[in-house]
């Protein structure tokens, strides 16, 4: 039997665009952040892990994406096209910093490759186990969720924002960070959709996450060291502002760390952290719902 077409059906979009920025890092500053080295080489730490870490991302959601439980799910099937999109757009805007990074003598590339090797190691870790797309998924929503939640601590507050004082910086850690809260849950649902909610996928993306908070909180700093290093400034009065902008009370991570721990919850869901006012806020404020950004959703 043929299928009934409705010629006045409108076409089915996912919620959140994928937008082509395009920024020129040429002009970018040494000292980007806080004029710190220590605060600018904690964020370019953090943009190195960016490029192998959303392929990674990428690779995780596209491998589960033709599963039976959402090959016929069209809406589904448009959120995960949107959040390989944003994903691959991230990775190339921060692979373009990165690359400007080098003028300044860091060996990016080096500690790119290296993010390679640890996400490689750790998976295969698990590998004997269990299937590498529940692994590979799993390990992508605990990412997901750090990603989100130090994404919107960025969105909230004014005093981080004040730090980038490079315009072009500043608008690229908020455009990625408005990004990372539109596609959140995408991950996270096709995980549910796939594998379920009981004892087990509760048990995988736990898992998952300590070793993320473990490997993530290592790998960093590890970066941010050779760093400072290759920058000179490996002595430790030049960490003493990015400790305590990082870890003090009111510190960027410290601060985070009860959202993160949430995800430890049986029930827990990415949207229970409602970001919606924040996210129409920001698409507002940096024009983000111009059409110039995203072309191919203008023509849908
Ligand atoms: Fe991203
Ligand atoms: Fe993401």
């Given at each position: 039997m043929?299928?009934?077409?409705?010629?006045?059906?409108?076409?089915?979009?996912?919620?959140?665009?994928?937008?082509?920025?395009?920024?020129?890092?040429?002009?970018?500053p040494r000292y980007w952040a806080g004029n710190d080295a220590g605060i600018t080489h904690f964020l370019t730490s953090l943009s190195?892990?960016?490029?192998?870490?959303?392929?990674?991302?990428?690779?995780?959601?596209?491998?589960?994406?033709?599963?039976?439980?959402?090959?016929?799910?069209?809406?589904?099937?448009?959120?995960?096209?949107?959040?390989?999109?944003?994903?691959?757009?991230?990775?190339?805007?921060?692979?373009?910093?990165?690359?400007?990074?080098?003028?300044?003598g860091y060996e990016v590339e080096k500690m790119e490759r290296s993010t390679k090797t640890v996400i490689t190691s750790i998976t295969r870790l698990f590998q004997p186990f269990v299937k590498k797309e529940f692994i590979d998924l799993a390990g992508t929503?605990?990412?997901?969720?750090f990603t989100a939640t130090i994404a919107a601590q960025l969105l909230?507050?004014?005093?981080?924002?004040?730090?980038?004082?490079?315009p072009t910086m500043l608008q690229?850690?908020?455009?990625?960070?408005?990004?990372?809260?539109?596609?959140?849950?995408?991950?996270?649902?096709?995980?549910q959709r796939i594998y379920g909610k009981n004892v087990a996928t509760y048990a995988?993306?736990?898992t998952a996450m300590a070793a993320a908070m473990v490997v993530l909180f290592f790998v960093q700093n590890y970066f941010m060291f050779?760093?400072?290093?290759?920058?000179?400034?490996?002595?430790?009065?030049?960490?003493?502002?990015?400790?305590?902008?990082?870890?003090?009370p009111k510190g960027f991570i410290s601060q985070i760390i009860p959202e993160l721990l949430d995800y430890f919850r049986p029930g827990?869901?990415?949207?229970?952290?409602?970001t919606v006012a924040l996210l129409a806020k920001w698409t507002h404020q940096l024009g983000l719902n111009d059409p110039a950004y995203s072309p191919a959703r203008k023509a849908a």
């Open positions: 043929n299928a009934i077409v409705n010629p006045t059906a409108k076409p089915v979009q996912a919620s959140f665009p994928v937008r082509r920025m395009g920024f020129k890092f040429q002009d970018v190195v892990l960016f490029p192998e870490g959303e392929g990674f991302f990428v690779d995780s959601v596209r491998a589960v994406r033709n599963h039976p439980e959402l090959l016929a799910d069209q809406a589904m099937q448009k959120e995960i096209s949107a959040f390989i999109g944003q994903e691959a757009m991230h990775s190339k805007e921060h692979e373009a910093f990165n690359a400007s990074a080098k003028l300044y929503c605990a990412l997901e969720h909230r507050r004014h005093d981080i924002q004040d730090l980038m004082q490079d690229l850690w908020l455009w990625h960070a408005v990004e990372e809260n539109e596609h959140k849950a995408v991950c996270y649902d096709v995980y995988m993306r736990a050779r760093l400072m290093k290759q920058d000179g400034k490996a002595a430790p009065r030049h960490w003493l502002r990015a400790v305590r902008t990082l870890y003090g827990f869901h990415p949207n229970d952290h409602d």
